[in-house]
């Protein structure tokens, strides 16, 4: 299980990633509320996409109010980050979720 630490520096490290990306029209879209759950660690982290940014990963108690849901176990969020995971491999096999309607899938995936 990787820990809290890891998983900080791999959502900062997502988090520069998808800054850098070119989300074309997404950018104008309307704010959105990002929220990763890493499941073996019961962690929370809230960010908010407005303007074709997201303003940060801050914790937080739960994912209420979430617009885009991502829940990952600490290992795979590492693992996908490192690029040692397939995103569409753990999306198929259940390692990794997302709850988030069309437009914002396109966002995310400019995150792996």
Same mark, same amino acid.
């Given at each position: 299980?990787?820990?809290?630490?890891?998983?900080?520096r791999?959502?900062? =490290? $997502?988090?520069?990633?998808l800054? +850098?990306?070119?989300? !074309?029209?997404?950018?104008?879209?309307? *704010? @959105?509320?990002?929220? %990763?759950a890493?499941? =073996? $660690?019961?962690?929370?982290?809230? +960010?908010?996409?407005? !303007?074709?940014?997201?303003?940060g990963? *801050? @914790?937080?108690?739960? %994912?209420?109010?979430?617009?885009?849901?991502?829940?990952v176990?600490?290992?795979?969020?590492?693992?996908l980050?490192?690029?040692?995971?397939s995103?569409?491999? %753990?999306?198929?096999?259940?390692?990794?979720?997302?709850?988030?309607n069309?437009?914002?899938?396109?966002?995310?995936?400019?995150?792996?």
């Open positions: 299980m990787a820990t809290k630490a890891q998983v900080e791999t959502l900062k =490290d $997502l988090l520069k990633r800054n +850098g990306a070119d989300v !074309g029209d997404l950018a104008v879209s309307e *704010e @959105r509320i990002i929220v %990763a890493i499941t =073996d $660690l019961e962690l929370y982290y809230r +960010g908010t996409f407005s !303007g074709g940014r997201v303003g990963f *801050e @914790r937080d108690d739960d %994912a209420s109010g979430a617009n885009v849901l991502i829940t176990s600490s290992d795979d969020l590492v693992a980050s490192e690029g040692r995971l995103p569409v491999f %753990a999306f198929l096999t259940g390692k990794l979720r997302v709850d988030a069309a437009r914002d899938m396109l966002l995310l995936r400019q995150l792996f």
